[in-house]
């Protein structure tokens, strides 16, 4: 079948917003709705480019109108042909007067799952490959799409480099045991004493859970570096903000101490959503309306306030003051690895906004964090946004030997296996900082969407990985 190259066919986004009005044009698409009126048929075109469809008017004088146009279901790919014109009825400003309209591929009208009616996230998610043909999770798809050009465009503008890190890594960076093993070793092998050594590596390797180690090693060359790609944690964590395979924002800034990092993260998001309230303003109405009511107007909040700066000692502080208020499920100590329910009340009901906690305990967070005069605490900040929690976490590096060297052993480390991480620190050490944004869980906060399973195309989790 003879169909249109595709770099003559405008995209019915385009079509919508700059329409060639009396010209003759050709699209390619979906049928989202037919139906008859009078002797004519209405089709509603959609190609995936934007929420609104195209209205394809048929007439009974095209030569496949009876045996194909009026057998059309949802879910068929059809060509259309015809005048762009002003559409006489409400619901549209242009209408495409097809001339022709070419069946591409048929959808099984029996079998299709896909109905005009609105399904649930959770059916949705049983369907991943076929779910993008709905409004909402192809309206997730483009946020998605604007956010991630939008990422290139900001660190392009302030002198950035993108590092690709690996996928395949020695180094577990968060030192908590959920890294995915890598092996080309047989089942029978595993089951020998050291298996590794006769491995792919020769020794253990697994999939990254962060590229910040790496990007450490560019920041210290280049100045200020961004890693952005997918990291893997085998954490059972069944919860609407947990993946075991996510896609991590990860910049890394030489010269740059705790205060300029938590000034980059603020201004990083606060663009990234103006950009997306401008570029997806289409979308978004549609989440504002559907799926989180009143997401605009808190996306606004975020992009105009200066978000609320506290201390870990004083976040455990104001959690307590609350425990009359609010009862937590998990109890409130100095100490804790914050849950959260503690974190989503400080932004929610304490601050109203977003809120960076600084000052972690030393022995909740990772070995790289800056220890802290006091000894207690590490130079680390996590970015606390409602509806989610953490949205951030970051600290400034540790970028003395002799400290590091120390908190490597503490961790019990194989400081060997970390030579060149420690090098990094014997020639031309600078303080240095970075922090990792969970691009899922951004996507969730521009959404309104509450699942993260609904945010990523498809979802990895425990005892679940279709497609
Ligand atoms: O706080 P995390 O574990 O920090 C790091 O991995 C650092 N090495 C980053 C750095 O400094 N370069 O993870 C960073 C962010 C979290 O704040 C969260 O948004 C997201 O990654 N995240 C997850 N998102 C989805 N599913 C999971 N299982 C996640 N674990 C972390
Ligand atoms: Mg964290």
Redesign the pocket.
Known sequence: MEIKNIMNTPRIAEVLKNPPMGEDISVQGWVRTRRDSGNLSFIELGDGSSLANLQIIAEPVLPNYTDEIKKLTVGCAIEAGGRLVASPAKGQDVELQASSIKVIGWAEPTTYPLQKKRHSFEFLRSITHLRPRTNALAAVARVRSALNFGIHDFFKQRGFYQVHTPIITTSD??GAGEMFTVTALEPEQLKKETPYDRDFFGRRAGLT????LQ?EVYALAMGRVYTFGP?F?A?N?NTS????E?W?L?P?MAFCDLQCNMELAQTLIRNLIGRVLEDCAEDLVLFDRFVAKGVIQKLETVRDVDFVHMTYTEAIETLQASAGKKAFKFPVAWGIDMQAEHERFLCEEVAGRPVIVTNYPREIK?FYMRLDESGKTVAAM?VLVPGIG??????QREERYAVLLDRMEAAGLDVDEYGWYLDLRRYGTVPHS?????F??LVQLVTGMSN?RDVIAFPRTPGSAPC
């Open positions: 960076c968060e859970v962060s590229g910040q990007a990291t944690r954490e964590s903000r947990h993946l075991a996510f991590m990860e890394e990772p996590d953490e949205l951030v976490g970051g600290s970075g922090f990792g944004l969970g899922e869980r993260i």
